[in-house]
């Protein structure tokens, strides 16, 4: 039956969107566990042009001296710190971990509450000077689910707070650790571009896997197809609609930053998230023609379907077709008209050759039949 | 039968549509009292970056302060007032309240008449220096409804004029009574946009409506649809486009403030405009791609339901061209060639065994065919 | 029959098409007069913003206090007059009236040649320093028809030659007499801004119009439908196409009025015409998502056309398939094997229940028939 | 059959392809006489906003006086000649006087071959400071048809090569000929601006002729279409794709003048290339409106063939079915059952109203069924 | 069968899919000799102006004269280089030859790991003041397949390393050699662009070809159509797909280039670069209507098919139709009613004429229904 897999997605759907739904009317200011989420560790990047320190560090007081100088400093006449800093959190299941953390780094406990809320949409907010963008990464190996990855930016300083741990960040860490690119010679607005994209980038090996359940939806379809094609394409191109909107929901995110260029990142830095938002496109464009595949393969399924069954029914009809003109004869010599009454009434019955000639004449009618469908070319 | 569910919504449809137009051929100059509104309270809330003071208030009178400062001081010569005051009140019936408000704050009677008629469509307007835009709210919590909100920037001043009590305007206020963001920092045209961008914002929970619907539909579909489906999505999808329509007006009205910034709001003020043009881009997607939705929902519910009809007339034709042939021999068996005519008319019927090789030989001709159907895979 | 309502149609959208076509194709330099075009009044609107002149004129003579300080200026010289003069006649049937006219403000005859040819497609030219653009206005209660409004902008006088007395242009006046917006305050430029925006504001209550009758063709699915409807809405979807490309050469227009703006609007008129703009790009949108809902309701209609039509055959084949087994067991025993010859030879036909066990036979295969069909859900 | 029709546009199709395909690769510098081109006569045309001259020259070498000044000055410190000179030569067979004409202005032998094959697709090229540029204007009465227009700006001198006598360029000769426009007070670039136009233009009355084939199309659908309409309307489509093909190679030429702005036409004149690209938008626009029509039309063929089928199959089944309960009567009757052995063997046949109560039962059967068609409302 | 085309090209499909995911997660700094890659030869053309040197040189170390005067020279300070260097290697199977020249012009190690590993995506980078880019380039006769070429741009140097011998660069090479356009008087990002450039151009050929596969399939379905014809349009289509992606990728790509434009390309080479990018906008919409096309000729497939199929079933009804009611005759005369019993029990039995009787009733019959069916157009 066709009932078992709508009914799982369905269901994922609503929920994912129910969450995202509570997290719009959360009730502010209280933090909340998240069941689910892990405690994790603490690992602190810093580098400048020429030196680079990467270390795990146990308790929130070790980045005293990261936060220090710069919460303490006027940020306008003060010359900038030379090093850039990030600081990256995996799991947000301790919280007093992370409200310590917000006072040493002086974020607004609502956006605390929004990092430990791990059902927030993509979305950049500021709380003063701080720069707080919310990502979805994708995680999980199977379907589409994503992990929400809280990004603060303070002036050199970086700070990442991931749902779990694991993440699609290697990349960067791989380009500060071997200088490659720019990324060791600008400053941590650049840093914080870098772990955006990053995370966009990582939904292309997700829409990869949905380019290939479509690739094997298409073998399927060679092999005939299945009952459950339909709901089957219906689910992933559901799934689509929902990368997509999470996709677009970085896009309006970064627009806000790019508008806001002068004050946060700078008109350098802005154009790089231009090329994000390129790759976003990217994604976007590529998640629509998926999209669209998926309605071409379920016309596809339809129309063989469709030809499949009129085969079925033209065979049917044939045979049906040949039969009934001979059964007509064996019905006109099935009637009972009184031969005694008059020449006329059906001598046939009483030729010596009546009956072989009956049956010749229903073999003519059905030879003449299969005769004029082969050469209409019916018979194929 | 499908006949209620689409007579509803298009008389709805078309209630809508002929209040809008009604709107649009008002007789200028004339308060009417429009049926159904409530007149309810004036709740004033001032704020500089320092202080707040958030009061409800007896009568207009009462705002007579707010009020003076403003409109007697020659807008350009004069220096700003520190504060912002933002006046709200629920609804229209009080018509004269209403006028002696106009009066204190120099409103045109013109805007106060479209005030009071309730069913225009989003726009902006000036009547001279006076700022006037109305939205539409969404409001009430089945179907798709909307409410009017007047809002006019009068220099430091922002009154808005709802229709009924119960807005979605709370998280302005929260961010206004707990300093977030940037609301208390900045100037009356700010505090108009954030009360639009929350009017905006508004309409996402209602598209989560339409997208649970549809989420519903395709359960629906999942336990075999029902008949009136075709025709709910319809209705869905109906509404769909009025949101669209509705929120299309608000980005037209907001790309005329964008145009004129450099008279009403300040160029910085504009950028958070753009960022509200977002929202409505995200939402007309949205509508978008849940319209899309709808028609591939119907279609795979008419694809479906085809599916269906065709087994039902592949197994009622495969019943009748079994029993076909074997009627056939029937037929045969039941003419009446004289056998005394001749040895070749129908020995059959005086063999011993005539009667169980009649019957066999339908049985045969009847497992033939099964048989064929079954190699060919149709009876599936 | 289906052809009356398509016949109609296309012999319209045919003789639209024609006469445009006459009209690219029109011999230069020779006024004819339009058949149908009625002779109607000059009304002059003079005002600056302080007065207002407001009345009707006998003959061309009487303009020449607007036309003899303009023409006679030297634009660029001279101080610009203060007043702004708005002269509309109504019908183009007068000819020499209209050559007065041109003489008297130095307008080109080929301009006034496309005045009078009222087949114009809307467009912008220049003669000479005059501004010249053609407007389609809708007018006619019924379906969709244009009505042409030449506007010529002559420094500080905008003359308007309508078609036909009657127009959509009434809130313009409204504005001036009643010094609403900055009418009164702006010159020449934005009283031509004002009368195209008016006009193309026209389209807004006949797309309305088309949305009823989708409506109605949506309450005529419901009630079953009519073998009309699908020409009836293609009919529908012609207009909205036609009335998108008319729409359309206004936006074509205007775009040459933008990059035009230095010469002959300034460049904050400008802004307006972009207003003017986005309002266009909404018709369009409209008219494109009304066309989109006619395939949509086309698609229902077919579609439950096709269920219906399944209804139909599927209840046939149900009475036909129930009548096949039954008749097979009455052409059984119609058979004429000897019963003499053999005790096998159907001995049934000598039972004393012989007849009553047939008649149960066919009753028990009908009954299982109906059974199974009952138990498929295949009776519903 | 069906065959004719899409054989022939096929062919034409991929001859035009494969022709296109061919100057691709062309073999450069070599001048190939083209089949089918014609020798034509040189037409000179040279005005400044005073003066025109208008003249038939029999050789190229009477052309050496325009030349001269122009090859022979150094451009950017000589002063500009007052005059525009446009050379317009019709046919390009006479490959002699085309190199003559070359040598004269200094034309670079590529440009010229690309000039004598005429198959190029329209483009922009620079061979030094010659700005030449390649459209396809429209020819032919019937189909589409192009014809090669190629176009040199040379300083003051516009020189435009046709494949073939005759082209859409009289209203540029007549604005030149009667002041019209900015045409007579502006310079080569403009002159250039205005002939490109004129081509462009020329692609509006050939969508007309597909928008009458359109019509014609829709007419007959409405006489209930013919078997070749599917084929038909694809070939319109087809057509309208190349179509928009050539047009858009036009607007992406455009383009690239846009981008030199600076270097060839200057600022002023770009804003005319602006609208040129409205108009080519337009076109595209109009294409891509027609083409949805053509499937409209075809699928509106498809369903309302459906529908006569269903009709048709209908009938015949109703037909069927009301003969086939009546045939079982008929059958049951034709039974054999001993009516000697039992009482209730078949007492019916010997009722003396037997016979008429078959007869009746019968009529009752097919009267009944009739009934419950005509209450379901089938039979109409 | 339909299963062999399918299966071939989406083995096709995830074998691409899967070496480009290969590329993504690639263990950096490490060279592969990748498998089927060829060592080819190294190419230099050096020019400026006016001279012009082409050479195929033996070893890397010949190229130390090209490389010495950049990299050693601080680019900001010394004088440019007067002329331009384009290095061209065919295949990358000789890493060793690769190291050296990696060496010689400091590419850094990672990228030069790109150049080997010959599945990259098109994609802009930097390493350092190395501009990076990667192109495919469509190669091969049948199919599409594409090639890797690697771009570097280090100060006046272009060096290209492509995966197999054999380009599409011939028109790049000609137009220096024959100092065609500005090749010869601009610099080597001019030189760059024009690779590149010729690069994308080489898709249109690309296109063509299925745009000519796209009109065999449409001559196919002229003569009826072939089962395979649905899934080789899918094949097309998803070709279609992937080119239109790949072509993207450089989009994309270029979009980077100008975003940068001011470090490496200047301004006027940015603007080539947008023509560039206007031909892949030509080539996604000319991929995107040919997708289209591919749509419609399936769906022309299918309905022919059905209207096909509905005429076979069409034929076949109208013979069943005909014989049921001839049939339903010869039931009536073979019931047994006791003609002894009543004078009312078939007396037509013992008529004279009973038969020709009986038989003329049934040619009646069917001459009715035949004279119905041809009367309302059904046996056309």
Redesign the interface.
Known sequence: M??VP??KT?LR??KR?KT??KA?GAV?GQLVHHEGSVNGQIRVIHFDSKTLDDRIVDSVGDLAGYAASETTTDETAAPRRKGVTWINIDGVGDIEKLGELSRLFGI?P?AMEDVVNVHQHAKL???GDTFFFVARMPSGADGFNTEQVSLFLIDGVVITIQERPGDCLEPVR?RIA?K???IRRRRSDYLAYAIIDAIVDGY??LL?QY??KL?EA??L???GGD?SL??HL?NI??DL?LI??VV??HR?AL??IL??EAEIVGPDTA?YF??CQ??I??LM??AD?DRE?C??L???Y??????K??D??????????I??????V?????????SD??M???P?????????F??ALMATMAGG?LAFLYR?G?LA
Chains 1, 2, 3, 4, 5 share one sequence.
Request: glycine share 6%.
């Open positions: 066709i009932s709508v009914n369905l759907l609503t969107r995202h739904k719009f502010p607004h609502l907010e500021f709380f791989y071997n490659l690119g720019r292309f090996p990869d380019s290939e690739d298409g073998t379809l060679e092999n009952r339909p709901l219906h191109r559901s609609l997509r909107k677009n929901q309006v627009n806000e508008r806001d154009l231009r090329d390129d790759h496109q990217q464009e590529a023609t595949t309605g071409e379920r016309e596809l339809f129309a063989m379907l469709g030809e069954n009129n079925v029914m033209k065979v049917l009809t044939i045979i049906a077709t039969f009934i003109p001979m059964s007509f064996a019905g006109i010599y099935g009637m009972n008209f009184d009454a008059s006329l009434n059906m046939e019955l009483h030729w010596a050759f009546g009956y072989p009956a049956l039949l209409k019916w």
